[in-house]
């Protein structure tokens, strides 16, 4: 069983910048394709990010590409969401999550076994 636990959210003018961070328990988290999704309200969950393997392969939505970035640091069991130039559109609920298999379809929510809490995000105009 892997808990995650996201912080790092909170309110953000447009144009302004967050850095999420999901710190994860156990022992295996450099083998966990770890990603980041998000859920606005009356929506439903839409991929972000993810990141996997030794090299640290990234893949990214396509509403995100180029304003975040993925990052991880296997040392202390902790995944990173720096997003950049951030407007009133990635208003969300932000969620981590850790599945056991790299192999699988990375931007679907079925993927992936374990899930944060989430943390808030708004972006005000």
């Known amino acids: 069983q892997v808990q995650l636990v996201e912080s790092g959210g909170g309110v953000v003018q447009a144009g302004g910048s967050l850095r999420l961070s999901c710190t994860a328990s156990?022992?295996?988290?450099?083998?966990?394709?770890m990603g980041w999704f998000r859920q606005a309200p009356g929506k439903g969950r839409e991929f972000v990010a993810a990141?996997?393997?030794?090299?640290?392969?990234?893949y990214y939505g396509d509403s995100v590409k180029g304003r975040f970035t993925i990052s991880r640091d296997n040392a202390k069991n902790t995944v990173y969401l720096q997003m950049n130039s951030l407007a009133p559109e990635d208003t969300a609920v932000y969620y981590c999550a850790a599945g056991r298999s790299s192999y699988r379809v990375k931007w679907e929510v079925r993927s992936y076994d374990f899930w944060g809490q989430g943390t808030q995000v708004t972006v005000s105009s």
């Open positions: 990141i996997w393997g030794e090299l640290g392969s990234t």
């Open positions: 156990g022992r295996t988290f450099s083998t966990y394709i």
